[in-house]
Every structure is written in C-alpha cells, then in structure tokens.
C-alpha cells in the first residue's frame, strides 16, 4: 500500500513571496490533515477536511493560508505573502473513516523563508 | 483544550538499556493515543495505537501502556539499540473533538 506522498521535500523562499505544498493521501482516506511542525515542537494543526469538507481549521491563519482538497483526494496548502516565522516543516496525515482513527504521515515539506 | 507533555526532553541512555518516555494529558475523554518516532529532517512514524478501551499495546521490542482515569501513557523500550534514536512523540485525539493534540516529543539517544 502506497504511503502518503508530499512534494515539494524542500523550498526556499523570500518573504512576502507565496508557496504551495501539494499531498496525496492513502487511497481510501477520508479524513485529511495538515501540520506545521516548528523546529523543536510537536505538529500543530492547520487544517483537517473529512472527504471534501473542512472539519477544523481554527488554527489556520487565514490572512495568509489557504487549503483545499480537490474531489476528496489530493490536497494543496497555500502561503501567500509568506512570514519569516512560517519556516517549518509541513505535514500531511490521512487516516480511515471519519472519527479519529490511526494517522499515517509524509514525508513533510522542509519550508525556508529568508 | 486538551494539553500533552512529554517528559523528560531528552534522554541519553547507553546501548543495551531499557527506558520509559512518558506522556500525559489532561482531559482523560480521549479516543485513542498513538505514539511516533520522528527521524531528523523526516516525517513522523507510527509506532504504537491504543484505543481509549484498551491498557497496552506491543510491538517487537516496544510496549506502550495508558492509564486514562490518571492521564498517562509510557512507552517502555526495551535492549535499546543506536538505531532506536530519534524524537519520540505522543498524540492523543479527544472524544469531543476530531482532532489529535501531540506533545513536543522526547529526543532519545542511544550511546554504542
């Protein structure tokens, strides 16, 4: 069974430019999350959509991130204009059904803003 | 809000040792507990799910205990190798909620 795949592994970016990670979770997943994990902490969540819908994204700065999964599937968050302080590492997880069942993560998206 | 702490924040622990990282929440309404292992510049690894119905879990060399009623999870390794190090997190996901709250993890090194 094929993994949850993320892309791109890396970017560099100035400030103020925009970025878009992309993820393809398990096939089947309904349930999709993204998280920003910063150097040192555990993963904070962005947002959660549960087949197309968004469940949760209170914490999702919304002045400047966007997210959205297209027919269920594949997902893209979106920065735009990015912060110093947005350099992290981004993480897609999808698990089974719609309660929160057993997460399966990428690999991440190591995001560098100068 | 639920809250997770992991402690201690890093353990260095000699090859062959056994060890204990701990996990605790404060809302004991949880639905399950997963435990990961995160490798420097990757993504997380699942290790261990306990459902909220259950007391333990074993994998290999890996146990993993939860104590609801007090807001406890260990995670016992046993014979620890160099190859177990890494940052160990928990996540807990709460009953009144769809989300999983992680802890800011125990970074473990394992001294050949």
């Known amino acids: 069974e094929a993994g949850v795949a993320q892309s791109p592994r890396y970017k560099i970016i100035e400030k103020r430019q925009s970025v878009a990670f992309w993820c393809n979770p398990i096939s089947g997943h309904a349930t999709l999350y993204w998280y920003q994990q910063i150097l040192g902490q555990g993963p904070k969540l962005l947002i959660q959509f549960q087949n197309n819908g968004v469940v949760d994204d209170s914490q999702l700065p919304k002045d400047r991130f966007s997210a959205e999964r297209l027919k269920g599937v594949d997902s893209t968050l979106k920065i735009q204009p990015a912060k110093l302080e947005d350099s992290a590492v981004y993480l897609c997880?999808?698990?089974?059904?719609?309660?929160?069942?057993?997460?399966?993560f990428g690999p991440g998206t190591r995001l560098t803003v100068l | 809000k639920q809250e997770v702490t992991q402690i201690p924040a890093a353990l260095s622990v000699p090859e062959g040792e056994n060890l204990v990282l701990n996990c605790s929440f404060t809302?004991?309404?949880?639905?399950?507990l997963q435990w990961f292992r995160q490798d420097p510049g990757k993504g997380l690894t699942s290790l261990l799910l306990?459902?909220?119905?259950?007391r333990e879990q074993t994998s290999g060399r890996l146990n993993a205990s939860l104590d609801k009623s007090s807001g406890r999870s260990t995670l016992y390794i046993a014979a620890s190798q160099p190859g177990d190090s890494a940052t160990y997190l928990c996540a807990v996901s709460s009953v009144t909620g769809n989300q999983f709250y992680f802890g800011t993890g125990t970074s473990l090194t394992v001294i050949p």
């Open positions: 809302d004991s309404a949880i639905y399950n």
């Open positions: 997880a999808s698990s089974p059904g719609l309660a929160p069942r057993e997460q399966f």
């Open positions: 306990i459902q909220s119905s259950q």
